[in-house]
Structure formats: C-alpha cells, structure tokens
C-alpha cells in the first residue's frame, strides 16, 4: 500500500500551473497515525500524543495563518464507510477549505510560522489526500 503526506513534485508543479486568480476548494482526506512521530529533537518528540491530537495542534497553529490569507472551511466531516472506491483506503476525517484564490494558499505555505506548524500535521498523518477543485454551484441536482 502507497501512502501520501505531501504532494510529488509533478503534483506540485501541475497544481502551481493552474490560474492563480480564481477561487479554489481543496479537498482534504486525512488518515491519522496511532501515536504521532515528531522528530527527534522536536518539543513534541515522545510526549505521547495520538495522530489526532498532533493534527489538533497543526489546526490550533497553522489556524491563524489559513485565516489570515483568506481561507475558511466550507465542509468537514467524520468518515463512515467507502461506498465507492477500493474497501482498504478509509479515512478519519476530511473537510474542504476555501481560498480565496490560489495565490492565497502559496501565502499561507510560504509563511514561516506555517512552516513551523506544518510539522504537526507530518506528524499526526499516516495517509492523506489532498485535490483542488474549482468551486462550482450548489444545490439542485446531480450532473
């Protein structure tokens, strides 16, 4: 089984090639570690913390960054069941957050502070999702 924390790097570069101007909804599937793995040397290193609880501190750190460039969630949810899809790939949780435009989510990366938090989340994840959409109308029916 392959797992993903962080996008490849022709990932990366396709995602850095779309409109940078426009809205975008990232849509995120997080699968968390039993007990999280922080570096060596790292202030959280051996303190015991579950994935989940090493994920709440990258929402608690890397919070203010994502709303201070503009992003909100739109959409979370706890994971069920797979309906569709291969039965041994299931999720904890996802959610879908918002930006007000790519060029907003470079920010948000880029910042320093971010850069710190990210640790967090490399920590709490053992398989992750991550894909942009150009956000679309809702409500009516399907297609």
């Known amino acids: 089984m392959t797992y993903f924390i962080d996008p490849s790097p022709e990932n990366f570069k ?24 922080y570096p060596q040397g790292h202030e959280h290193h051996g303190n015991g913390w579950t994935g989940r609880r090493a994920y709440q501190e990258y929402g608690a750190t890397s919070g203010p960054i994502f709303a201070r460039v503009g992003g909100k ?9 797979m309906v569709t899809g291969p ?14 435009n790519s060029a907003a989510f470079f920010e948000m990366i880029k910042d320093p502070d971010y850069q710190l938090a990210v640790v967090n989340r490399t920590a ?13 109308d809702v409500g009516g029916g399907f297609g």
């Open 87 to 100: 039965g041994d790939k299931d999720w904890h949780d996802g959610f879908v957050a918002q930006y007000p």
């Open 14 to 37: 396709a995602f850095k090639d779309l409109p940078r101007d426009e809205p975008i909804h990232m849509l995120n599937l997080l699968r968390y570690r039993d007990l999280a793995e």
């Open 124 to 136: 709490a994840l053992v398989d992750s999702r991550l894909m942009r959409f150009s956000p679309g």
């Open 73 to 81: 969630i739109v959409w979370r949810g706890a994971f069920q069941t």
